[in-house]
């Protein structure tokens, strides 16, 4: 005997809620039970008519502006949560989805590491999660995989750690206008300078969570963490699709993070996010180099791709979650996070 | 309050147990309460005087014949079990161990996924650890870590997987006088061929091992599988500390594997070993190229050395081991391995 079908909720729709219920629609064993978001153009229309796919369910999926009739009536098994990038946004949605006895994947970037910044919601997610016996992930390309998850798997054939330097230098060419304005591209310095004072400049979120997730992880504590911000201005005109940036102004944000650990491991983290990096020379790509017994030199290269990889992990790990033991969990509580390319049935515990 | 200190206790004193001793003693919050191994010359003597390290117990650790009464009278939390390369061989042993309701962690690279050889085998180990209430881990750095599980980990960003090719450039140099023997290092070709087709040569086992544990982990099967080995003709002279190969005779084994699964998908493994491959060009190197969504081209130069990359994933391993369910598990099973570099104690569940 077959299972049922694995019920999958998307609470927003927009780039990242969309490519999950695109990726999602290919694979086997899925039934995408309802989607929310509060775009008026989007309310009542068919996902299936917005993607231009084809609806291979016996139902439609017509976007709802208010969650609550998919949670309480459709009983999803996992709400996929693509509205935010910090915790305290975030918390309310997942109250909500918890109290509803539903698991959920967030994308906020601050939910890949909760405690890290948000330790007192972190615990109080924790109990609701427990009490309701739903489980809570955050996760993503990065924070949740490329600058963290990836350096703890790979200290796992290490005797001893020593300093850590995580490096992504990634393209910000396929991101959309909003991605453009949040990051400062096309800006003279003095009004990228300005923005950042005014805190209008939101860079990377995901510092912080990564560092402690390593920390945590190795079993050791985060006794200093600092980052900074910087404009990466461009020597030649940079176009994108979404952005440009004449030569003398900025094409980007160069974030960089330091801390140290209670043994004194140093964490580096260095992450320059521009568009068109080729065009003068800069090529994309995941390093992780850790000092220690042995020596890690591990690079991926050109990068892994913030929205695919984003998308990927979190449809990916809908398993996991489903089978996880109750609680607000990080990607250091989980099995491996692996692609699903079977049926995902088989990938859920009988238990 | 304090937990007590992790019990460990080591079945084989070779190269491989010896190394987990060493690393145990330089960590916080284990106790080496007994070791066993057959070798004379070693039995009623000290670890710490083999390994002229100072004791840091309160007691001293006497290497015993027989592991009996280590595992009756001191009840390690973990045994680690570094005897063989087969599942066979290794199975008494184990059985032994998890009668005795102790957890046990194998070096034996078929128990890496020993499901992929010994199905029957592997359900009596799981009925067997479940009665007992203990894990069975088998693990190392290949099978173990760079040849599936790591690949495994980095597909969690991919909405789709194509064909895999893993490779692993590794240096012989550091290995003792056995893996030059089994590894045919110093043989004239004859010789070599002589062998090869009386099963001497044992090359590299794990091929198998490592494409069940992906494919397994993919939500596929494999529906092909099939190695070849073949001997690495030096064009000049190599010496390592225990290997010769002069020009014109073997310096390793070329070992290669080839898969299909369920979906088409292939994975293709190379892992040529040999003594000095760079006084003939070639750099040591781990390699993960997948062809998908994105693409995947992992590379970890140079490779990670086989002894100690083994040693450290047994000994992380543990707190894992101790706070998983019971039952046969493997590396896709449990949480994400990582270094232990605080108290080992504060990563073992309190419940």
């Not at 796992?156 to 991101?175: A, Q, T, Y």
């Not at 330091?258 to 521009?274: E, G, R, Y």
């Not at 180099?289 to 290269?301: D, H, Y």
């Amino acid at each position: 005997m077959k299972r049922r079908l694995v019920k999958v909720a998307i609470w927003g729709f927009g780039a990242m809620g969309s490519g999950m219920a695109k990726m999602i629609l290919k694979k086997e064993g899925f039934d995408i039970v309802g989607v929310s978001d509060l775009y008026d153009g989007y309310v009542g229309k068919s996902i299936f008519e917005i993607l231009s796919l084809e609806n291979p369910f016996e139902h439609d999926v017509l976007i709802e502006k208010n969650i609550e009739r998919i949670l309480k009536e459709e009983k999803p098994d996992v709400v996929l949560l693509a509205t935010d990038s910090f915790t305290r946004k975030a918390y309310e949605k997942i109250k909500f989805i918890i109290e509803n006895k539903c698991n959920v994947i967030s994308t906020a970037e601050e939910m890949a590491y909760p405690y890290a910044k948000e330790p007192d919601l972190s615990k109080e997610m924790n109990r609701l999660a427990k009490e309701n016996g739903v489980t809570i992930l955050g996760t993503g390309v990065n924070p949740g995989m490329m600058m963290d998850l990836l350096a703890v798997c790979i200290s796992g054939v290490m005797e001893n750690v020593e300093d850590m330097k995580i490096s992504r230098v990634n393209s910000l060419s396929p991101f959309g206008p909003t991605v453009m304005e949040e990051q400062g591209v096309g800006l003279s310095l003095k009004e990228f300078n300005d923005k950042l004072k005014n805190d209008e400049i939101s860079g990377h979120v995901g510092f912080i969570e990564s560092t402690y997730m390593i920390a945590k992880a190795l079993g050791l504590e985060v006794t200093d963490f600092e980052q900074s911000m910087s404009p990466i201005v461009t020597n030649v005109d940079r176009k994108s699709p979404y952005g440009f940036a004449k030569a003398g102004d900025v094409a980007g944000v160069d974030m960089r993070s330091f801390a140290k650990l209670s043994n004194n491991t140093k964490i580096d983290m260095v992450h320059p996010q521009q568009i068109e990096p080729e065009m003068e020379g800069t090529h994309t790509g995941d390093y992780i180099k850790i000092k220690g017994t042995p020596e890690i030199n591990l690079s991926n290269v050109p990068e892994v791709e913030g929205g695919i990889g984003t998308i990927a992990i979190c449809v990916n790990m809908i398993p996991h979650v489903i089978n996880s033991k109750p609680g607000l969990k990080t990607m250091i509580d989980l099995p491996v996070p692996r692609a699903i390319m079977g049926d995902v049935r088989n990938l859920i515990d009988e238990e």
